[in-house]
């Protein structure tokens, strides 16, 4: 990334905004071994990108798009970073908007601590029940071939390119793991289960595998949903089990409000918080553009929390109970002057 004895900095400038690919975090090795390393420290290029945004771009504010960015994960303290900490040195005090899919919150969280960036959370793509397709649906008719087979002979040859096809999808671990009970109970390995297990099993699986949701295409930031998609996404929901009637709703201002939210972020507005959280499971976490955060005040304290503090709260009375007793004892004296009455 040098050229002329100069560092190069890719990218173009529109105007008063310059867009261009985050740096990579090294050479000569699988750049994914480094995303999001924290011992190894950047290469000159990627600090003097940064060195070049912030003093001779000038750039008022920083957006990094997309989960995640590598900043956050650079070499330094985990929380309450000095100036001389990598992720300082990138961000300083140059103000950072990160937009960050909603359900994201575990690595956002890291974004916040140390790259201290203002989430602008957007939506998942819409979710859909996956229905089986190619090998794995071709394997769901095998299966159903055996069980309505009329003959033994079919049977077996039915059977056999099951076992196959298992074997040629890679699924043995994930069958061993599924049939775990069921074997513990027969006492018998994966090898040994019999046609008609096997088959059972291997129905079960797929089973499982189709009541699964699967991303349906790609969400663009701030862009609205089409009307099958908010169908598609809100009968996922109801099948998780949400019946909110306020969620149709709150999905279709969601992409508006995402625009909204990094505009408020570039002109230095407020960005107001919110939960964030997969909406399949957690509705509260619609609607999207704003600025998540990984504390979800519903189920705190947890009972484990509370059973504690509750232990050394008592533990703390105890403790000043007995304290005050014996200072009461000490200020006393000798037994014969004190005196006490019921």
């Known amino acids: 990334m040098v050229e002329g004895g100069r560092l190069l900095v890719p990218g173009i400038v529109f105007g008063n905004v310059f867009i261009g690919p985050q740096p990579p975090r090294g050479w000569e090795v699988d750049e994914e071994l480094l995303h999001a390393n924290t011992s190894i420290t950047p290469p000159h290029q990627y600090l003097a990108f940064y060195h070049w945004l912030r003093d001779r771009f000038k750039a008022d504010a920083l957006v990094h798009v997309g989960r995640h960015s590598t900043y956050e994960f650079l070499p330094g303290k985990a929380v309450g970073l000095a ?11 140059l103000p950072g908007i990160y937009p960050y899919i909603v359900d994201g919150v575990g690595e956002g969280t890291q974004a916040k601590r140390r790259g201290l960036a203002v989430m ?49 999808l890679n699924l043995r671990a994930e069958l061993e793991a599924s049939m775990a009970d069921v074997l513990k109970v027969r006492g018998i390995g994966f090898d040994a289960a019999d046609d008609d297990l096997l088959a ?28 099958q998609s908010l169908d598609l996404m809100l009968d996922s929901m109801r099948k998780g089990g949400i019946l909110d009637l306020d969620v149709e709703r709150k999905l279709v201002d969601s992409p508006r409000l995402e625009m909204a939210g990094l505009l408020a972020g570039l002109d230095g507005r407020y960005i107001e918080p919110g939960k964030g959280n997969d ?64």
């Open 83 to 93: 100036a001389d900490d990598y992720p300082s040195l990138i961000a300083g005090d």
């Open 200 to 227: 059972h099993e291997v129905g079960h699986y797929l089973t499982k595998l189709q009541e699964k949701f699967m991303p349906y295409g790609l969400h663009v930031f701030g862009r609205p949903w089409e009307r």
């Open 279 to 342: 909406p399949l499971r957690s509705p509260e976490a619609l609607p999207t553009g704003r600025n998540f955060h990984a504390v979800d005040g519903d189920i705190l304290p947890t009972r484990l929390g509370y059973g504690l503090g509750e232990r050394l709260a008592t533990k703390a009375a105890a403790r000043a109970n007995g304290k005050e007793g014996a200072a009461r004892a000490s200020s006393c004296g000798p037994p014969t002057r004190c005196a006490t009455r019921a």
């Open 120 to 168: 602008v959370d957007h939506l998942t793509p819409p979710l859909a029940a996956t229905p089986l397709y190619d090998e794995l649906l071709a394997l769901r008719q095998v299966v159903e071939s055996y069980e309505a087979a009329s003959s033994e002979t079919l049977k077996t040859q039915a059977a056999a390119v099951m076992r196959e096809r298992v074997t040629k």
